[in-house]
């Protein structure tokens, strides 16, 4: 009989509270301005791999999947002009932690993903290899039910993350034969 209780108690807070959803491809999106790059990266990007992200289980915590991290990633990199289906330079993601809180009112989740930006005229040579780590944070005020709270923090982590990818390579100067960060 207790059991029965504690399985209608838990059962009326799922109810009350939702199912966990993951992080939506267009909250991922960098909308903010186009950014200045090098003239040989402009519509010669192509996504080559997005990997290490996990599906949402709707009974647990939402999480950031390979798809919705790599759709935003696209639609950022098409709406900064750099895109291209099959650009001269290929880009890789790894989703290499998504660290979240159990519980607590504000949620700060922290993205860490390792881009690698490699030129396929020049036999693969990497052009940059960064892991960017980019925090945010979602409150109460954003989200009462923790579960849409955790989702918020997560698409404003990829977010942030991928405006962190965006400064990189507005950073990047890439001249023949010769490939280096600016300072």
Same mark, same amino acid.
């Given at each position: 009989?207790?059991?029965? =209780? ?5 059962? *009326? ?7 966990? $959803?993951? *992080? ?17 990266? #402009? ?9 290490? /992200? ?8 939402? #999480?950031? +999947? ?16 750099? %895109? $291209?289906?099959?650009? =001269? ?30 030129? =396929? +005229? ?15 944070? *979602? ?11 955790? =989702?918020? *923090?997560?698409? /404003? ?11 990189? %390579? $507005? ?9 280096? %960060?600016?300072?």
């Amino acid at each position: 009989m207790r059991n029965a =209780r504690i399985l209608a108690v838990l059962a *009326a807070l799922i109810y009350l509270t939702g199912c966990a $959803s993951g *992080a939506k491809m267009g909250n991922m999106v960098y909308e903010g301005p186009v950014k200045a790059y090098d003239t040989a990266l #402009e519509n010669n990007v192509d996504v080559t791999n997005v990997s290490g /992200g996990e599906e949402t289980n709707p009974a647990w915590t939402s #999480e950031i +999947d390979n798809d919705a991290f790599a759709g935003a990633l696209k639609q950022t990199l098409q709406k900064q002009g750099l %895109l $291209s289906g099959s650009g =001269r330079y290929q880009l890789e993601a790894l989703l290499l932690e998504v660290d979240q809180p159990m519980f607590g009112l504000n949620f700060e989740v922290t993205t860490q993903v390792k881009y690698i930006l490699s030129d =396929r +005229d020049n036999n693969g040579a990497v052009v940059m290899n960064e892991t960017i780590v980019a925090p945010y944070t *979602a409150t109460v005020g954003d989200a009462f039910a923790a579960i849409k709270r955790l =989702r918020l *923090a997560n698409e /404003g982590s990829g977010n942030a993350n991928i405006q962190g990818l965006l400064e990189k %390579l $507005s950073e990047l100067q890439i001249q023949p034969g010769d490939i280096a %960060l600016s300072q």
